[in-house]
């Protein structure tokens, strides 16, 4: 078997006496998707930063494709085809779908004083990236704004993937959505599964993490407390494993004969 | 890349959606859409109320005539206001580049063409001043140049009147070199015509282009649109945006040279008010105050509705004191339409 794209063992960071992260091993490889999970505060975050070249481990090793390396910043890990879609998504509402796409690298036809935008080719790549993620653009030109959040988190996936990433870090591309919308989303990362990508889907949501994740990575105060392939672990399983099933149940009671069964239950 | 192909296949691509269907949105979505609206429902009313003057050839001069040193200011503003920022300094840099341009050739004896030279590296370094400030501190942009604005004005009138002790200077036409900057700036086109019309037109068509065919109008949108994001992006934002207040200060020199030569003089009170009024042609014309929306085209349509009901008002004879009510309520107006339209047009559907 060939070495995954990415991997990191036995990184710590530590922030002063905070210990954040404490002997995480996770690896990437092609065409998988891998769920990272934890509640808030479990260390997701900084676990996010380490990959996407924003901070370095304190101890351990950063692997790109067997070689450890060490990355300098977001934009060296981008060049080895790591590519993080934050929440936020870096995108401009009022801004076109396919200026959006094309932000910061927009290819030029032309010489001098006549240099401009290749807005033909933009269009067509745009809506020929969206359409392998799925998505049939109406109109590239339209405004990202008029998109819905699930269609942004495309538009975001498919500026990654075709900007070179062989890696896509998704940072809880589903906390902001309804449940339809959330779903779309699930079937984009399928879709860039199947065309190679390794993902690093992170959520707090088993159920929205249990369809489609190969492997799932549990955090919990900075540690790993789990890691199980696709066969080994069942939704229950994962959800009661996630939050810690014993609080969840000492919540339930707690509430219990307030709400007659209550929303916990 | 096969270009003949890529034609094809976005041909095809397009074919997917009903065209009629794409490009009436995409009508829609323009921001001078309102302006422009706004524009032929003012000429409609002074066509009928004023009569044959307002519809002549004459009349449509005169209104171009006054609405084009503000249409430049204008144009410029727009570029600055889409990226987020305003520049409220353009009015001091008028009068301060016009004195400086009397002061040098009247006062020292340059030649206009060297003195013209100083006044635009004068203009361009108060709006590099402008931008640096703007990007450096964080501050608004409103108070930054509301703060030039006031130091220059100051600054125009104290050293005009220490060294000559006068704030308006006259003569320019004796001035060596006057002639062909006459043509240049203040001469006639068609015999009713300014050129500044022709000035006012093609900024308006380059900043067009710029805006939308070139990698800095893309990054002049994202700047004003969402900073950050545009960051993230690798857009430069901070030259970007000292970039356009150059340019505004820029424009306002080019308003400044235009009118010390067809009046043959300068005065350091000139261009008061006019940073005012070029946010309220830039607004009329559909650019969002809060920037990352916004066209050229839309400021040449708002200083154009400027112009008309200026001479409107004049050949109809009405008091020139309504002018002010009229901005006024058309600015608000303005800002409520442009408010209605940008929330079509970006909310999902």
Redesign the interface.
């Given at each position: 078997m060939t070495a995954p794209i990415l991997r990191v063992e036995r990184v710590s960071k530590r922030f002063g006496n905070v210990v954040a992260l404490r002997d995480v091993t996770m690896s990437v490889p092609a065409g998988q998707v891998i769920c990272l999970l934890g509640d808030n505060g479990a260390g997701k975050s900084t676990l996010i930063q380490i990959l996407a070249g924003v901070h370095r481990p304190t101890t351990g090793r950063y692997l790109v494709d067997g070689e450890p390396i060490e990355l300098a910043s977001p934009r060296d890990a981008l060049s080895r085809g790591i590519a993080t879609v934050y929440q936020?998504?870096?995108?401009?509402?009022?801004?076109s779908i396919w200026?959006n796409f094309?932000?910061?690298?927009?290819p030029?036809v032309g010489a001098g004083p006549f240099?401009?935008?290749d807005?033909?080719?933009c269009?067509?790549v745009v809506?020929?990236e969206l359409s392998r993620l799925g998505v049939?653009l109406?109109?590239p030109?339209?405004?990202v704004?008029?998109?819905?959040g699930g269609e942004r988190q495309a538009v975001a996936i498919a500026r990654a993937i075709h900007f070179g990433a062989r890696v896509v870090i998704l940072d809880e591309p589903t906390a902001a959505l309804g449940v339809k919308q959330a779903g779309a989303v699930l079937r984009y990362i399928a879709k860039a599964r199947e065309r190679g990508v390794g993902v690093v889907f992170i959520t707090h949501n088993p159920h929205h993490a249990h369809p489609v994740g190969d492997r799932f990575v549990i955090l919990r105060r900075g540690e790993v407390r789990g890691d199980f392939g696709r066969r080994d672990i069942r939704l229950e399983e994962l959800a009661a494993m996630m939050a810690g099933g014993e609080e969840l149940e000492r919540l339930a009671h707690e509430l219990d004969p307030v709400g007659n069964g209550g929303p916990a239950r | 890349?096969n270009g003949v192909t890529?034609?094809g296949?976005?041909a095809r691509?397009a074919g997917?959606?009903p065209d009629r269907m794409?490009s009436a949105?995409?009508l829609l979505?323009r921001p001078e859409l309102g302006a422009a609206a706004a524009a032929m429902l003012v000429w409609i009313v002074f066509a009928l109320v004023a009569g044959p003057p307002f519809r002549s050839l004459e009349g449509t001069a005169a209104v171009l005539n006054a609405a084009a040193p503000l249409g430049i200011l204008a144009v410029a503003v727009a570029l600055l206001m889409i990226a987020g920022e305003f520049d409220l300094s353009i009015g001091s840099i008028i009068g301060c580049a016009g004195m400086t341009l009397m002061l040098l050739t009247r006062h020292y004896d340059w030649s206009l063409w060297p003195a013209i030279g100083v006044a635009v590296a004068l203009s361009l370094a108060i709006g590099f001043g402008n931008g640096y400030l703007v990007v450096r501190t964080g501050l608004p942009s409103f108070i930054v140049t509301l703060g030039t604005l006031f130091a220059f004005r100051g600054l125009t009138i104290a050293v005009s009147r220490q060294l000559t002790r006068r704030t308006q200077l006259g003569g320019l036409d004796e001035v060596s070199g006057f002639a062909p900057a006459q043509t240049l700036f203040a001469g006639d086109l068609f015999g009713q015509f300014r050129v500044s019309v022709l000035w006012w037109l093609g900024l308006a068509a380059l900043a067009t282009?710029v805006l939308l065919?070139?990698?800095f109008g893309?990054?002049i949108?994202?700047a004003g649109?969402?900073p950050?994001?545009?960051r993230?992006?690798?857009?430069p934002v901070a030259r970007v945006k000292i970039a356009l207040f150059m340019t505004t200060a820029l424009a306002a020199c080019l308003v400044a040279v235009i009118q010390a030569v067809r009046f043959t003089g300068a005065d350091a009170l000139r261009g008061e008010q006019q940073e005012f009024r070029a946010i309220i042609a830039v607004v009329i014309g559909g650019t969002?105050l809060t920037g990352?929306?916004g066209s050229a085209v839309g400021a040449v349509l708002g200083a154009l509705i400027f112009g008309m009901v200026q001479q409107g008002i004049v050949i109809t004879g009405v008091d020139a004191d309504w002018f002010q009510v009229f901005l006024g309520v058309m600015l608000v107006a303005a800002v409520i339409f442009n408010n209605f339209v940008?929330r079509r047009?970006?909310?999902?559907?």
């Open positions: 936020d998504l870096a995108m401009i509402p009022l801004l200026r094309f932000l910061g690298t927009e030029c240099r401009r935008i807005r033909v080719h269009e067509r809506r020929e049939e109406r109109d030109a339209q405004p704004g008029t998109l819905s | 890349m890529a034609l296949v976005a691509a997917a959606v794409t949105r995409r979505a282009w065919r070139t990698r893309n990054w949108f994202a649109g969402a950050e994001a545009a993230k992006m690798g857009v969002l990352g929306y940008r047009a970006s909310e999902a559907r």
